[in-house]
């Protein structure tokens, strides 16, 4: 059986697969007179049901471009469209129901040599117009590609799209009640993976189990398509992982199918803020050091690890010079600064790149340099305003000559979240409100001017029904004055009303009208969008109706279902404020509440911020606790102090105090003992209001709730984080050896104690496992099982290793150090995993199964005899390990066991074997035999050593005929 793995490993070796430039089109090889899928799909999967693509054959040396498909809003070639060249019509489909999820690609049926060539799928309507290119090859030769059939290129796509892997039957039989099994073949890091398992209707997606974890909800298949032969599946948001050797197997066709297919996901730079990569760079801050009438010297700031290449653009995206980096390196951070100096006003980007994990992120900022010609007015003007109400943006020539016949233009500055925004545009009487386009989204409806007051050089602005979103730097700038002149104001719109609270709370938003009974009006809660998602509709009341009674019960989002309510005997004194229920953090945000009917129509906003309800790490790591303020105040002149609270068998604990500069760490005191030389804060976040702190090597008794507290504010604030600190979780598979840490930095514990045991478990007792005493004794309780390492003392590291360790292993392991002050405690949770095996020597109840052969008119019957407890899973496989079809188990029990024999009918010679299987004890046992042509009379399985030699003869026959023939 060992030969097995080698003879596949050769024979994947003997494939030649290799890598292909991902400039180059996809090439997909084919036999002639197969059908093929050629695949292509958008990467934002957007539902093109209503999109025009259009498939066509380039134009080759001998004939001319051909019409292959066109689809166009559900009209195509097949359902009336004309065009089609003559050699594609009715061999030609789509995936109608992959359209939805942004799938082009289409299948040709009954291929031809004169169907090679390179075809193109195009999106000519598209924002961005995209083209994909795809080489097909229909090979004329037929060949057995059971074991060959590897293309001779890897099929190439990016990280994230979709993929369809191609596998169709040349007889184009139906397949709908066949079976076929797609699997991805074992690499070196990883075992075999299941990916995809049908079976006469049955399969993953509807109720077979089975499929390995990282394929689940990602793979389908094409149902219409089975009754032609085509077995092909579609992976949806490919990762890297995917990439691999991928066979679809038909393992009960006569013979047996296979077909390989390589897939290779390449990796894409996109931003990955969210997808919790240690080390991936923040999105960049972007400051301006100081500007002349001539230039301007941008400073950009960026961290994370691995290092971050950094780079400053403008916005064609031409690379800018910059000085030299300045890179500094703290907490396993690279620290980048890259200044660049620019003398033209344009929208200017630094982009951070981490090329070894696909992150790339960036931010903008839109310059104006006054030397050009335009004549900046001194300082920006601050106007700070509550969220709902009107604002007037000022702007005014210092001339009062008239503009009525000039042209100014209002924009938004971009921020670091944000592009440029076009505010107001006016143009010698035409302007946005009358018919003037451009306006960006956000402001329609919402700004005007002060039409009487042009000819008196007033260009100022009114906006509307402020949001908080509306918070930024705004320009007035008259490009044809002379000299040109640009105004700056910046623009603050505060929230009415900040709320905190932590998750799973209910909490009260309020909104009320003084002295207004409101039971008949209408009134409408609402979240404001945010940058990832839609404004979602919380709680409407209309007049008695509302989403609790029945009215428009489509309308309520669906996070807010059966969790909002308002208070409907205050409606007649003009509250219309609502209780959200189960907090959670995804409620954070801003609320609106409306009564769109009233005169003048009236808007309340309300910010809600949901905090984390607790923090969970594992012992051993660092955690920080966040803590900061809403208004993001300079606290580095405040004071703030972070306690453990008292639990039942400890006091309350001092964790860290900052008072204006002052702190634990540079010479205050009264910190606790244990968290000395463990607790930090963040000195450059304070002026943001940020007094998070990091508590490093985190223990089991930093468990507990903890207060960031700022006494002197007004009113005073505190915070709340639950923190939990579990175990190191280490887990093993059974019979291999294990390394439990636990080290004390910069400590040589030659001389000290330290006691390892085993935390009592509900059907046992605390064990002694290693006890060490300063080198003069210590005591093995495990002796030819663990040890430690002695030259590693010095080095505080008392780690132990555990050898071949078993399921019985498992539980809560402490690593005390009792003597020291404060006293050291480290806790590990180790898991072995029990592997399937042969545990006859465990004194397990399951023998080897006895088997015998019995020669019938029709070929030979395989009988296996097996016994034991609990129940064995008893089958028949051939030597490749797939199961055989086989009879009617026969059970029986008898003194508590059970007696169980199985039989099997083989028409061809070869090695097969029965095997036993008791999953819940690991316990697994098989016994071979080899048919011989026509065996007669009974006839039992041949020695080891037989069968070990008629195994490597019939590997090197194997091999010869492949590497031969």
């Known amino acids: 059986m060992e030969l097995l793995p080698l003879l596949c490993l050769c024979l994947l070796t003997r494939s030649g697969i290799t890598s292909a430039q991902l400039n180059r089109p996809t090439v997909i090889t084919v036999e002639e007179g197969t059908d093929v899928m050629l695949p292509c799909s958008l990467s934002t999967k957007e539902n093109i049901e209503f999109k025009l693509f259009e498939w066509r054959k380039v134009l080759q040396k001998d004939e001319g471009l051909k019409e292959v498909f066109l689809y166009d809003g559900g009209i195509h070639y097949n359902n009336g469209l004309d065009g089609q060249s003559e050699e594609f019509k009715g061999r030609v489909s789509h995936f109608p129901d992959e359209l939805k999820h942004g799938n082009a690609s289409i299948i040709i049926r009954n291929t031809k040599i004169s169907d090679s060539g390179e075809y193109t799928c195009y999106f000519p309507r598209l924002q961005s117009p995209q083209k994909f290119n795809i080489k097909l090859v229909v090979d004329p030769i037929l060949k057995d590609r059971r074991r060959k059939n590897i293309p001779g290129q890897p099929l ?63 793979v389908s298949h094409f149902p219409d398509e089975l009754k032609h032969g085509n077995a092909s599946i579609i992976i949806r948001n490919t990762t890297l992982v995917d990439s691999g050797v991928y066979t679809c197997a038909f393992p009960r066709l006569q013979p047996p199918h296979t077909f390989y297919i390589e897939l290779v996901v390449v990796p894409v730079l996109k931003d990955r803020s969210g997808e919790n990569i240690p080390g991936v760079a923040s999105k960049p801050s972007i400051t301006s050091l100081k500007a002349t009438k001539d230039w301007s010297l941008l400073r950009c700031k960026v961290h994370g690890n691995p290092k971050p290449e950094v780079k400053w653009q403008d916005s064609d995206g031409n690379k800018r010079n910059a000085e030299e980096p300045q890179v500094t390196e703290k907490r396993g951070l690279f620290y980048i600064t890259l200044n660049a100096n620019v003398t033209k006003s344009d929208l200017y980007r630094c982009v951070a790149t981490q090329e070894t994990i696909s992150h790339q992120i960036s931010a903008e900022t839109d310059v104006h340099i006054s030397g050009e010609g335009a004549e900046k007015t001194s300082g920006s003007t601050v106007i700070t305003v509550e969220g709902g109400t009107d604002v007037m943006l000022p702007c005014s020539l210092s001339t009062k000559e008239n503009i009525e016949f000039k042209l100014f233009d209002w924009r938004k500055v971009a921020q670091k979240d944000d592009g440029l925004k076009e505010v107001f545009l006016y143009d010698g009487g035409s302007h946005y409100n ?61 929230p009415k009303e900040n709320i905190t609270v932590e998750e799973d709370s209910d909490v009260m938003l309020p909104c009320s009208l003084s002295n207004k009974n409101i039971e008949s009006e209408l009134f409408d809660w609402k979240t404001l969008p945010q940058k990832d998602e839609r404004r979602k509709e919380v709680f409407m009341y209309n007049d008695g109706i509302h989403y609790n009674n029945d009215y428009r019960s489509t309308g309520q989002s ?83 102090d972070w306690r453990k609270d008292a639990q039942k068998d400890d006091g309350l604990k001092e964790v860290f105090l900052y008072d204006s500069g002052i702190h634990y760490n540079n010479g205050r005191g009264g910190q606790s003992e244990e968290f000395k030389g463990r607790v930090s804060h963040f000195p450059d976040e304070l002026k943001h209001g940020n007094a998070s702190i990091i508590i490093r090597n985190t223990k089991i008794s930093d468990s507990g709730e903890y207060t960031c507290y700022f006494p002197r504010l007004r009113p005073p604030q505190t915070f709340y984080i639950e923190l939990v600190v579990e175990p190191i979780v280490i887990t093993v598979k059974e019979d291999s050896d294990v390394v439990l840490p636990c080290s004390l930095s910069t400590k040589d514990i ?36 663990v040890s430690h390492f002695p030259d590693e003392l010095k080095h505080g590291n008392a780690s132990i ?82 199961i055989l079809t086989a009879e009617e188990l026969q059970v029986s ?24 299987t008791q999953k819940t004890i690991k316990h697994q046992i098989s016994t071979w035999i080899y048919v011989k042509a026509y065996s007669s009379g009974p006839q039992t399985h041949p020695s080891d050593q037989n069968l070990r030699k008629v195994m490597i003869g019939v590997a090197v026959g194997v091999l010869a005929e492949f590497l031969f023939f």
């Not at 009487?452 to 004055?481: M, Q, V, W």
């Not at 042969?838 to 109840?845: L, V």
């Not at 007696?899 to 095997?915: D, E, G, K, Q, S």
């Open 893 to 916: 029990e008898r003194e508590g066991r059970f007696y169980i024999t199985l039989t099997a009918a083989v028409t061809r010679a070869h090695f097969y074997r029965c095997v036993a």
């Open 558 to 640: 669906e996070e807010f279902k059966g969790r909002v309510s308002h208070f409907q005997d205050e409606l007649k004194h003009g509250n219309a404020s609502i209780i959200i229920r189960n907090t959670k953090m995804s409620d954070s945000g801003e609320y609106t509440c409306d009564f769109p009917r009233l005169q003048p129509p009236q808007i309340f906003y309300i910010k809600l911020v949901v905090g984390p309800k607790n923090i969970t790490v594992e012992g051993g790591t660092d955690v920080v606790l966040p803590c900061s303020l809403s208004t993001k105040e300079n606290i580095t002149s405040k004071l703030f």
């Open 434 to 494: 009358n018919g003037l386009d451009g306006q960006s989204e956000e402001f329609k409806g919402r700004v005007s001017h002060f039409q009487d007051e042009l000819k008196h050089g007033n260009a100022s602005i009114i906006i509307r029904n402020t949001k908080t979103s509306d918070s930024g730097e705004y320009t007035c700038y008259f490009p044809n004055l002379q000299p040109r002149q640009i105004f700056y104001i910046e623009l603050v719109a505060e």
């Open 750 to 785: 030659t001389s000290k104690v330290y006691d390892w045991k085993k935390v009592a478990q509900k059907d046992d007792c605390q064990k002694e496992v290693f006890y060490y005493n300063g080198g003069i004794d210590h005591k093995n309780c495990f002796p030819g099982q």
């Open 801 to 882: 290793i555990f050898r071949n360790a078993k399921v019985t292993d498992s539980g809560v392991y402490t690593c005390d150090f009792p003597n020291l002050q404060p006293r050291n405690m480290y806790t590990i949770k180790l898991v072995v995993d029990g592997v399937l095996k042969d545990r006859s020597d465990e004194n397990i109840p399951a023998p080897k199964p006895s088997v015998t052969i019995r020669k019938t008119e029709d070929g030979v019957l395989l009988q296996c005899k097996v016994h034991g407890t609990p129940k064995p899973k008893v089958e028949w496989q051939d030597i490749a390990g797939t």
């Open 156 to 218: 190439i796509v990016e990280q994230d799209s979709d993929v369809v892997l191609p596998c169709s039957l040349s007889t184009k039989e139906n397949t709908e009640k066949k079976l076929f099994d797609w699997k991805k073949v074992a690499q070196k890091d990883d075992g075999l993976k299941e990916v995809f398992l049908y079976d006469g209707g049955s399969h993953y997606n509807n109720g077979l189990d089975g499929q390995s974890e990282e394929f689940k909800g990602r």
